[in-house]
């Protein structure tokens, strides 16, 4: 089973609401990703847990806040967002880096993210 | 910035024929991956490679990493419109765990 499902599928949202983004992964896999896609272009990382710890944070703005309560659960709480963040967000999970390990990533099918 | 740069951007070819998508880079990658992605959707890996020199094949898809492990090729034999996507190489260097991806090649096989 290579899943990683994302909820919802689509979020539409005004600049005053909290919502948060759900991504949960049963492969085994202890790192998990978040990734901001815009249109016509590659993904762009956002965040990384490792083991669940926070691993790797790109410079993201305050407004988008991670939570990992587990292995498998992947969680992005939003607040206080600005139309240009509209855009598809992505989750992955993979093994952990680690030697010669395999670190494939498999991806959600992500959540489509307007902003009003 | 380790930087991988697809070409071409954009292909649109007729069902039945072949084509090459390229992913170079002056970086060194221990694991290339290459993805695809239709609309609205998230991509889904295809193939990864390791090893320079290495080819895979997948069906019609024939996907090769260079010796040196800077670039890479996927070749698609007979397109078909099921092919249509954005295809996305992505590579790890070093252990490191995040992947760096390449600027995408939108691909459009019509009948």
């Known amino acids: 089973d290579t899943e990683v499902t994302q909820t919802p599928k689509h979020l539409v949202m005004g600049m005053t609401n909290k919502k948060s983004l759900k991504c949960e992964q049963h492969?085994?896999?202890?790192?998990m990703y978040w990734y901001k896609q815009k249109a016509k272009k590659p993904p762009e990382l956002m965040f990384v847990y490792s083991y669940e710890k926070l691993s790797i944070n790109e410079s993201v703005p305050s407004r988008f806040s991670p939570e990992c309560p587990n292995s498998s659960l992947l969680n992005l709480h939003l607040h206080a967002l600005q139309p240009e963040d509209s855009a598809l967000y992505l989750c992955a999970s993979s093994q952990p880096a680690s030697g010669r390990r395999k670190r494939e990533q498999y991806f959600g099918p992500g959540t489509r993210l307007t902003v009003t | 910035t380790q930087l991988l740069e697809q070409s071409p951007q954009f292909l649109s070819i007729q069902e039945g024929e072949n084509l090459t998508v390229y992913c170079n880079s002056s970086?060194?990658?221990?694991?290339l991956q290459w993805y695809r992605q239709e609309p609205g959707e998230g991509p889904v890996l295809l193939v990864t490679?390791?090893?320079?020199?290495e080819v895979k094949k997948l069906k019609r898809l024939t996907f090769q990493f260079g010796d040196a492990r800077k670039d890479s090729s996927l070749h698609i034999t007979a397109a078909q419109p099921g092919d249509t996507g954005l295809y996305l190489c992505?590579?790890?260097?070093?252990?490191?765990?995040?992947?760096?991806f390449g600027t995408g090649t939108r691909l459009q096989v019509t009948l």
């Open positions: 970086s060194v990658f221990s694991s």
């Open positions: 490679v390791v090893t320079g020199g």
């Open positions: 992505a590579g790890h260097t070093g252990t490191a765990s995040k992947l760096t």
């Open positions: 492969m085994g896999h202890r790192a």
